[in-house]
């Protein structure tokens, strides 16, 4: 893989870097994506399961969904694509992760300066009392698990039609606004508003780097695409900073 003038440059020079990362780098962890022919489950997709609707419809059929990806994941470790982003962190003072995934395998890895934009997997809320805890259970004992309020609890995911932690968001604005290097890992980059984050980086003049397995619909914008592995990419990229 070449990796082009423009891009060491970007990276030799950079002070300020942002990575965002989706299912895509911990695909070769053994999690499985949610979008193509892996992400099905029982024949639904995320979409189907993953929504408030859904939940209040059928709550032991979404947490059965739950309960499988944390089985899937538990035993699961970080790959060389997490661990260069952990140690970017450590070679820069002005570093964020931005992620959108939920599977903790960012910060298995040892990253700190990480924003969670849809939550994780192995928190739960009270749909009462709306209080987070950790919840490690796997597989869980009780599906539903129950609240000692007595109430449901639900995954601290953000589900489609909910609104992302306003803090972790807003501070995902902040810092897209003022990076000079945004490194943007498998994400198909059609769910919003993480989608839109690279195009706010470019156009306050940062320069944004894609790692994907495919294009997507940020390819034509970013200033280099490099297609294929994240863990075999990031280590190519690793070395300049
Ligand atoms: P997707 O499943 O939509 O996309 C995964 C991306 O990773 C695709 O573009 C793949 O080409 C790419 N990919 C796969 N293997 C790769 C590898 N080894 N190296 C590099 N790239 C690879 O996942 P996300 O974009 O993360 O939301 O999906 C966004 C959100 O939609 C998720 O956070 C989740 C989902 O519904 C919630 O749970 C709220």
């Given amino acids: 893989m070449h990796i082009s003038d423009e891009t060491i440059k970007a990276i030799q020079n950079s002070e300020k870097v942002v990575f965002l990362t989706g299912a895509g780098i911990s695909a070769e962890s053994g999690v499985p994506t949610f979008r193509g022919e892996e992400g099905l489950w029982r024949n639904f997709r995320a979409e189907e399961l993953a929504t408030p609707i859904a939940f209040q419809r059928n709550p032991k059929l979404v947490?059965?969904?739950?309960?499988?990806?944390?089985?899937?994941?538990?035993?699961?470790?970080?790959?060389?694509?997490?661990?260069?982003?952990?140690?970017?962190?450590?070679?820069?003072?002005?570093?964020?992760?931005?992620?959108?995934?939920?599977?903790?395998?960012?910060?298995?890895?040892?990253?700190?300066?990480?924003?969670?934009?849809?939550g994780n997997i192995w928190k739960t809320r009270c749909t009462e009392e709306g209080n987070v805890a950790d919840n490690l259970g796997s597989p869980?004992?009780?599906?539903?698990?129950?609240?000692?309020?007595?109430?449901?609890?639900?995954?601290?995911?953000?589900?489609?039609?909910?609104?992302?932690?306003?803090?972790?968001?807003?501070?995902?604005?902040?810092?897209?606004?003022?990076?000079?290097?945004?490194?943007?890992?498998?994400?198909?980059?059609?769910v919003q508003p993480a989608a839109s984050l690279p195009r706010i980086a470019k156009n306050a003049g940062a320069f944004v780097i894609e790692?994907?397995?495919?294009?997507?619909?940020?390819?034509?914008?970013?200033?280099?695409?490099?297609?294929?592995?994240?863990?075999?990419?990031?280590?190519?990229?690793e070395k300049y900073f």
């Fill in 63 to 118: 947490w059965e969904w739950y309960d499988w990806r944390r089985n899937l994941i538990k035993p699961l470790y970080p790959n060389a694509g997490h661990k260069v982003i952990a140690s970017v962190e450590q070679k820069k003072s002005s570093f964020k992760l931005i992620t959108q995934n939920v599977d903790g395998l960012h910060q298995k890895a040892g990253s700190v300066k990480c924003v969670e934009l849809h």
């Fill in 140 to 190: 869980l004992k009780n599906i539903p698990p129950m609240c000692e309020c007595g109430a449901i609890l639900r995954p601290n995911i953000v589900w489609f039609g909910e609104s992302l932690p306003v803090e972790a968001i807003q501070s995902s604005y902040e810092t897209v606004e003022i990076c000079d290097l945004m490194i943007v890992v498998g994400t198909s980059a059609v």
């Fill in 211 to 237: 790692v994907n397995a495919e294009e997507t619909p940020i390819s034509d914008m970013v200033d280099d695409s490099y297609l294929g592995k994240a863990g075999e990419i990031l280590p190519l990229l």
